[in-house]
């Protein structure tokens, strides 16, 4: 099945390259994910708790993965369930509390790096270490100029719609 053609602004429009290039690595993440028992969205997840050992609250998540509050919550229950991840009360607060990655969920993060690391060697193959260097800065950069010129937090309370299906 072919696609229809983008629209006659797309050919000279950086946004919608960027947008569609996402788009195509994401379904790639996910393919690749899937067959290691895992998806993109659990995989971030698991990254940003990977690296916390003192627990991150859902709120913090929520801001790093620029998903609502109703899609973090039911990706959070659902890993919980699944053994992923608990939450404990948090000490400082109490109407907040802190996620920890369990044993289980230790053990599946081990995947995850290989998964990326196989789409990239897909994705940058025939790049120089100096063209990724390059378009790793060009991206920074990017990010940068829209995080000076849009309120994150703004954005990622409203914008629903790239994260309606995190399952």
Do not use: K, W
């Amino acid at each position: 099945m072919r696609r229809p053609p983008p629209p006659p602004f797309a050919a000279d429009s950086l946004t919608y390259q960027l947008f569609h290039t996402v788009r195509v690595l994401g379904r790639a993440v996910e393919s690749r994910a899937q067959a290691a028992g895992l998806n993109r969205t659990r995989g971030m997840v698991l990254g940003h708790l990977a690296h916390r050992t003192e627990g991150v609250t859902a709120a913090e998540l929520r801001r790093c993965l620029g998903v609502t509050a109703a899609s973090m919550s039911r990706l959070l229950s659902d890993m919980e369930r699944d053994g992923l991840l608990q939450r404990t009360p948090h000490p400082a607060d109490a109407r907040a509390m802190l996620i920890h990655l369990t044993d289980a969920g230790r053990a599946m993060m081990q995947t995850f790096p290989a998964v990326v690391t196989e789409i990239e060697q897909v994705a940058f193959a025939g790049f120089s270490a100096q063209e990724r260097d390059q378009l790793r800065a060009l991206l920074e950069r990017l990010r940068a100029n829209l995080g000076d010129a849009v309120d994150q937090t703004e954005v990622n309370a409203t914008d629903d719609t790239e994260t309606e299906n995190l399952g």
